[in-house]
Every structure is written in C-alpha cells, then in structure tokens.
C-alpha cells in the first residue's frame, strides 16, 4: 500500500486550545510522493525497515486498534521515501495507512466514517491522512472539508534535519495572517498561481525559519530557479515550488539538485489519486 505524503499551502494558527493543541485553518493538498508498505497477518507484532519502536505512529495505530478489537498481531514492511519530520506529514501517512491496512485485514467492524474522526486522538494529522485527497482542515486540522483542485507539478526541497511539530507551534506568533484556504483554492482553480502570495500565509514559518534560515534561501532558489509560488509545508523545515509546466520543474530540479541533498520532483494529486508514478528524489 502507498502512504502519501502532503503538502500544507497555507496553515493560519487561531489560537491555542485548553488540550494544547491549536486551532487552526490550512489547505491540505495530496502529492505523489509515498512510502510503500506491506502489511500481512502474522503470530506476532513486528515491523522491517525503518522505524521508531513502540513510539512510531505504525505501531502506536496499530496498538490503536488492539485496544479495540483485540490482538491483531501483524507484520509491517516499509520503504521510506517521504523524509522524517518534514512537514509532510510522512510518519502520519504511514499510521493512517497501516489503520486501514489492519482494518481491512482482519474485516474489522469499523468505516472510513468512522475510523476518521476517532483517529484524531493519534494526532491532529491522522484525519486528514486517512481521507486523502484535496480538503480544507479546520479545528486542529481534523474537521475536512472536500475541494477540487488541479494537479500542478510540484518539486520539494529539505535540507536534511527534521523539525520538532511541538517546537514549531511554541515559536508561532499569535496575529491573525491575511488570506485564507478559501482564496487559494480560488488562485489554483484559476491558474492564478503567483497570486498566491497575496493569500497564503503560513503562522509557523517566521518562526522556524528564524532558527533556520536555510529555509529563507530554499524559497528563494525556488523562485530563482523559476517556480510560479514557494513556500514552507506545515511545520517545516520542506519547502515547496508549485510550478504551472512540468518542463520548468524539471528545469529547476536540475539546477537544484547541484545545490541540495534532497530534491523531490512530484506533484500534486488530482483526480487520478493512485495512478501516479511521477515521484523521484535527488
């Protein structure tokens, strides 16, 4: 099964929640970048490749449904593409699917319908993960609202560390931004693509990219190099170039992978979800 990561295209901070967690508006967009995972029945719980033990969110879902339905002992076989605390909600996506993967297993009692809200318990990106596709988040990111919008090549830059969600949310200045999900979807609609930065604002951005600047310079190769919009995903520290020609991505991919460790040309998924094979890393 492939776990797909996402990539944020404005996140507004609204304020703080008595559980700790933030209210929040974002754009959660679908790309073509995966992991692969292979989930079989087995006598015991175990997982290959590469994880956190007990605290990696394969194996906290899967204890998830343990406490529902009983032992459900299988093992997990992943191949990582997505980069480690990246802001590509790549840990999550394994979790979400691994949810899925165990449900349908084992012919648990449990739908999508279901099994989406009551993953919010997980973490705020699980509900999002398990639905998908193209959708507004509201709440902490958990209350999905569908939108339509067209597939644009997309490529990925990360500059090798991870950066701590937790930490990214304690750096954030509450003061509403301008824009909204609302007028991207609007801008990607159209084409309007170099109008997105009059509408889209990322809250955690000035923070992290304030302890690492790299961050700064990653968006602006990015446009230097040719793309239509950059800017930093969730919580960093990967930054995005949406470009409207996948000849200009792979133009910018060229020139970018001289300068970085981790380039990603991908896209954003549309409505040939699960068709994609547009996703190579440099």
């Not at 033990?53 to 879902?61: F, R, S, Y």
């Not at 009983?70 to 191949?79: E, K, Q, S, T």
């Not at 950059?230 to 470009?243: A, D, K, N, R």
């Not at 380039?263 to 979800?273: A, S």
């Amino acid at each position: 099964m492939r776990a797909y990561g996402k990539i944020n295209v404005g996140l507004w901070v609204l304020g703080k929640r008595a559980d700790g967690y933030h209210e929040i508006k974002t754009l959660f967009l679908p790309i073509g970048l995966y992991d692969d995972i292979a989930v079989s029945k087995a006598t015991a719980f175990s997982m290959e490749g590469p994880h956190y033990g007990d605290k990696d969110l394969m194996a906290v879902a899967h204890r998830f449904l343990e406490e529902k339905f009983g032992p459900l002992p299988v093992h997990i076989r992943i191949d990582k593409n997505i980069p480690a605390g990246a802001g590509l909600a790549g840990g999550t996506a394994d979790g979400a699917t691994v949810l899925k993967a165990v449900r349908d297993l084992y012919s648990l009692p449990v739908s999508d319908g279901e099994l989406i809200p009551q993953s919010a318990v997980l973490g705020a990106d699980f509900p999002y993960c398990l639905y998908g596709k193209a959708a507004v988040g509201e709440g902490i990111g958990d209350v999905l609202r569908p939108v339509s919008v067209p597939s644009y090549p997309v490529l990925l830059l990360n500059p090798g560390f991870a950066v701590s969600t937790k930490d990214a949310y304690e750096a954030v200045a509450m003061n509403q931004s301008a824009g909204s999900p609302e007028e991207a979807v609007d801008c990607l609609v159209s084409g309007r693509l170099e109008e997105l930065k009059d509408v889209v604002a990322n809250d955690l951005y000035h923070g992290v990219a304030k302890k690492h600047p790299i961050i700064d310079e990653m968006i602006a190769d990015l446009y230097d190099a040719g793309c239509a919009f950059s800017h930093m995903s969730g919580s960093g520290p990967t930054v995005y170039g949406l470009f409207k020609k996948v000849e200009d991505r792979d133009a910018a991919y060229a020139i970018l992978r001289e300068k970085y460790a981790v380039v990603i040309k991908t896209k954003i998924l549309g409505e040939d979800h699960g068709k994609i094979r547009d996703c190579h890393k440099g």
